[in-house]
């Protein structure tokens, strides 16, 4: 085999495409290896998309719309909020910059060479060989050829193939040029390439390259597959009983071969499933739209309002209904000071348990469990912590943001934080993900349900109850891999999940089992994510808005000096808070004195409100309230952005480093600052009130840049 270069082409990309859905959208070709390698990679890192599939012909001309110039060699296309590339060595290229180390295809040794020989020679020769082979067997008879390839074409494509079936074919026949060998021909080709695979795996390896899958394997069986047919195939190839006796006696003897029967194995034990369509948000209408724009216009003036209820209603009680929120700042510090009048468990404890994750954050000071509960998760937590959690994001954040350098843009949420914190749940926290997008979605609806559902809704409770007890589950499969691990004499590395496993071992936590390690971190890892992400897309969407005090965070964060951007992230949430406050319950009749001016009373059954938000507004605290003063942090000015007392976020400590990192990243691009449409506002396509993105557009120089 020739030997070839050992990279992949560089990203192939259009700048400044709009694009707002709450998915990516997959545009391919139904049939062929390269869109199949494409969409292999796509499932792999459990991406969801939505699937625009194209019947011969007009799949050409729609990737040529997209990409601005014609040809069959530009497709598949993957449509991103903040980019869109194009051909499979940029999809396969983009997720090897991005995806954990188990999830890449490339290898990083002595491999490397033969896995690119066969990648090369699988997405050209054998490719372009086996599809024009099916394309050329199915044009014989036009109903095979609709039914195979318009099974999720487009209703306009499938309509032209039965009604200009014969004007079609002889236009496909002589663009792909396919009378130009007898399928014989092809077959004989494509018989020689799978001769020099089963050669290569009659060894017995596992896989072409080793013990490990490579992008070698994805490309031979994505490649093959038209004359294998898998029936895990994620485009569109024909079944056994809809191929012609000749098109079947060269899949046979195919089949048999060691390679055939190594394709149909990677299919059965290595395809990752698709994401099913049913399961993807729909386009948000024009409705929601209008609640986007009526959602940043209240958000510019929460600042006027806080300022306003703390001043004129220090607690103010809701008519009609058990609840009152306290506003003044004084009146919120003895509220969350006095844990044994207003408590937490009526809130947060039934749902914990409800989740299977009982967390000391949910109990009050008299549950016999809070106090040495909290003190094992403190046990495991160390001083220097905070310096590796820094190092970890700076070296991803660059990672991700280096790798985005070459659109122009970047998708603050989607591309950057979340990703980059199921990271960090995995390397700091030790709960390494089943996948990226398992993690989002149960750290975003046990939150929710948490802490924002405030209504009790019963089918969010319910979503939430299931997530619960499924991250419950793969969690315990960590642990007890870890104690398997530990009782064969191996050691861990070092992250929170294994110190609690440790820790558990000695004699002052004996009562510590895997049930009180799993509901622990758990709970930790609740609180991370979501409020991150939506912090971090808050203090960008306030700075952006204030161009007097953009330069300084700038300047903040290309110096590295972390103390002043910690000041401007911290009063910039302050401005837009991630939630309004917390809830309390009131058992008995309370009064509440710390204004100094009067007396309050709080009536017993009453749910209490406290809004840290506006208690941040009252100038008793915060002098000059309305006024952005990132120097307040180091004026020892009492946030209250992850609460306060004795129930104030765990993460709180992990906050200020992970917020500011987050921040600095972005604002190190130059010329940062909003893009246009909809995903360029602070709350881009929300989903339970978290944003799923926050495009900012940036100058981008010295790369690769095709077309527009």
């Known amino acids: 085999m020739k030997i070839i270069p050992n990279e992949l082409d560089p990203i192939r990309f259009r700048k400044d495409f709009t694009y707002a859905r709450q998915a990516c959208t997959f545009v391919n070709a139904a049939a062929g290896g390269r869109h199949e390698i494409a969409r292999w990679i796509l499932d792999l890192n459990s991406v969801a998309y939505f699937d625009q599939q194209h019947m011969p012909f007009f799949g050409k001309h729609a990737i040529g719309k997209l990409v601005n110039k014609l040809g069959y060699g530009n497709g598949p296309v993957l449509i991103m909020t903040d980019t869109l590339i194009y051909g499979v060595d940029s999809v396969v290229r983009y997720f090897e910059e991005r995806c954990a180390p188990a999830l890449q295809m490339i290898p990083r040794d002595d491999s490397l060479v033969p896995a690119m020989n066969w990648y090369r020679l699988c997405t050209t020769e054998l490719d372009e060989q086996t ?46 040029r396919l009378d130009a060998n007898a399928p014989e021909e092809r077959f004989s080709r494509i018989q020689k390439i799978f001769t020099a695979a089963s050669q290569q795996l009659s060894d017995g390896r596992r896989y072409l390259c080793g013990d490990r899958i490579t992008i070698a394997d994805l490309a031979l069986a994505s490649a093959g597959a038209p004359l294998v047919l898998p ?26 071969t060691l390679a055939g029967q190594f394709i149909i194995r990677l299919y059965q034990q290595d395809r990752p499933l698709t994401i099913p369509q049913s399961e993807l948000q729909a386009t948000p209408g024009p409705l929601a739209g209008l609640r986007q724009r009526l959602s940043v216009f209240l958000n510019t003036r929460l600042p006027g309002l806080f300022s306003f209820v703390q001043r004129h209603f220090p607690l103010l009680k809701v008519p009609f209904v058990p609840l009152a929120l306290a506003t003044r700042n004084s009146l919120v510090v003895e509220v969350l000071s006095r844990d044994s009048d207003f408590t937490i468990e009526e809130i947060n404890s039934h749902k914990m348990a409800m989740q299977k994750g009982a967390f000391f954050l949910g109990w009050d000071r008299d549950n016999p469990q809070f106090d ?78 948490l802490f924002e559902n405030f209504f009790n809704n019963r089918k969010i409770h319910a979503k939430a109850i299931e997530a619960g007890i499924a991250r419950r589950d793969w969690v315990q499969q960590l642990i007890v891999g870890r104690l398997t691990a530990l009782n064969a004499g191996h050691d861990l590395p070092d992250n929170l999940l294994n110190r609690m496993i440790l820790q558990a071992r000695k004699s002052d936590f004996e009562w510590v089992d895997e049930d009180v390690i799993n509901r622990n971190i758990g709970g930790l890892i609740t609180g991370i994510f979501e409020t991150t992400n939506k912090a971090v897309v808050h203090v960008l969407g306030v700075l952006l808005d204030r161009p007097d005090v953009l330069p300084g965070a700038i300047a903040a964060a290309v110096e590295n000096d972390m103390e002043k951007m910690h000041g401007y992230t911290w009063e910039a949430l302050r401005f837009l808070p991630v939630q309004p406050g917390v809830l309390r319950y009131c058992e008995n009749d309370q009064v509440l004195s710390a204004d100094g001016s009067r007396e309050f009373k709080v009536k017993s059954k009453t749910t209490l409100l406290a ?14 309230p309305r006024s952005f003063d990132p120097a307040r942090v180091s004026q020892n000015a009492r946030y209250m952005n992850f609460g306060f007392g004795l129930h104030e976020c765990f993460g709180r400590y992990v906050n200020t480093v992970t917020i500011p990192e987050f921040t600095a990243a972005v604002l190190r691009l130059k010329g940062i600052r909003r893009s246009g449409g909809r995903v360029g506002r602070g709350v881009g396509l929300p989903t339970l009130g978290f944003p799923n993105n926050f495009v900012l557009a940036f100058d981008a120089t010295g790369f690769h840049q095709d077309n527009d």
């Not at 095979?144 to 009604?163: D, H, K, S, Y």
């Not at 029936?231 to 809809?242: D, H, L, S, V, Y």
């Not at 990672?399 to 199921?422: E, F, M, Q, W």
């Not at 809004?611 to 915060?622: G, K, L, Q, S």
């Open 372 to 449: 040495r509960e909290r003190e094992f998760a403190r046990s495991a937590v160390r001083p220097d912590d905070l310096d590796t959690i820094r190092k970890f994001l700076r070296h991803s954040c660059s990672r991700v943001v280096s790798a985005n350098k070459h659109y122009g843009r970047i998708d603050v949420a989607a591309t950057l934080c979340k990703p980059v914190l199921v990271q960090l749940i995995g390397s700091y926290f030790g709960v390494v993900a089943p996948s990226d997008r398992l993690m989002m979605e149960w750290s975003r609806i046990l939150f929710y349900d």
């Open 611 to 624: 809004m840290t938000a506006a208690a941040m507004f009252d100038p008793a605290a915060f002098p000059e």
């Open 131 to 176: 599809n024009k082979y099916m394309l050329g067997r199915l044009l014989e008879d036009g109903r095979a050829f609709r039914a195979v390839l318009g099974q999720r074409a487009p209703l306009i494509e499938r309509m032209a193939w039965t009604i200009l079936f014969p004007l079609l074919r002889r236009w496909l026949v002589n663009d792909l």
């Open 231 to 256: 029936e895990e195939f994620g485009g569109a190839i024909p079944g056994m009983r809809q191929i012609s006796q000749a098109y079947r006696s060269n899949v046979i003897p195919l089949r048999q």
